[in-house]
């Protein structure tokens, strides 16, 4: 599994922004994808994650009711639709993979982690 974001910039408080994460890696394992997030000066913290099937999604208090997880068909790409941003919500953000599925999800069950993308919400 090699996981890469892309997506991430600068937008108002208020805008959206969409995150991708893909796996360029092989494996026949199923695993959840996740989204997980570091503002400066702060710990990591789960934002976001979706089963090997799609059927199943959680998202930290946060952030629900505005981010949505998905999937690709392929199972290999994995999006984070963000709207109504606020500039609490600036961070980098971090694509990781959990070959056991976890429940919850927790960063220390990660066994992938992609690069971070940049979000920065201005006010």
């Known amino acids: 599994v090699q996981l890469q974001a892309s997506g991430g910039g600068l937008v108002q408080a208020g805008g959206s922004l969409r995150l991708s994460c893909v796996n360029s890696?092989?494996?026949?394992?199923?695993?959840?994808m996740n989204w997980f997030r570091q503002a400066p000066g702060k710990e990591r913290e789960f934002v976001a994650a979706?089963?090997?099937?799609?059927?199943?999604?959680y998202y930290a208090d946060s952030v629900k009711g505005r981010f949505t997880i998905s999937r690709g068909s392929d199972k290999s790409t994995m999006y984070l639709q963000m709207n109504r941003l606020k500039p609490e919500d600036t961070a980098v953000y971090y694509c990781?993979?959990?070959?056991?599925?976890?429940?919850?999800?927790?960063?220390?069950?990660?066994?992938?982690w992609g690069k971070g993308t940049q979000v920065t919400v201005s006010s």
């Open positions: 990781a993979a959990d070959l056991q599925g976890s429940e919850p999800p927790a960063d220390y069950n990660m066994d992938f």
């Open positions: 890696g092989r494996t026949r394992s199923s695993y959840s």
């Open positions: 979706i089963s090997w099937s799609g059927d199943t999604t």
